[in-house]
Nanobody, 120 residues
Framework: QVQLVESGGGLVQAGGSLRLSCAAS????????MGWFRQAPGKEREFVAA????????DYADSVKGRFTISRDNAKNTVYLQMNTLKPEDTAVYYC?????????????WGQGTQVTVSS
């Protein structure tokens, strides 16, 4: 089992920045690819960003490319999502996910989510 706990969400004005963190415990963190997803009210959960086990491969949704950066620190068992130039449409609950090979909407492990609200 892998336990994931997100933090860092909050209320920010459009154009502002937030950094989300996801702390992992349980099995060996460096064995897992990690990802961030989000779900806005009335919408399906969607992919935001993913990072390979060693950080050498990253992937982003088109809607966040150039604004969000995913990174990880395997020594701290933590993955981060730096979010810059935030827009009201980024408002959602953000979830951290983990899986052995590829992080998708069917990932094996999920955190409880952290709310991000961007005001216009």
């Amino acid at each position: 089992q892998v336990q994931l706990v997100e933090s860092g969400g909050g209320l920010v004005q459009a154009g502002g920045s937030l950094r989300l963190s996801c702390a992992a415990s349980g099995r060996t963190f460096s064995n897992y690819a990690m990802g961030w997803f989000r779900q806005a009210p009335g919408k399906e959960r969607e992919f935001v960003a993913a990072i390979s086990w060693n950080g050498d491969r990253v992937d982003y949704a088109d809607s966040v490319k150039g604004r969000f950066t995913i990174s990880r620190d395997n020594a701290k068992n933590t993955v981060y999502l730096q979010m810059n130039t935030l827009k009201p449409e980024d408002t959602a609950v953000y979830y951290c996910a983990a899986d052995i090979l590829l992080v998708t909407i069917d990932a094996d492990y999920w955190g409880q989510g952290t709310q991000v609200t961007v005001s216009s």
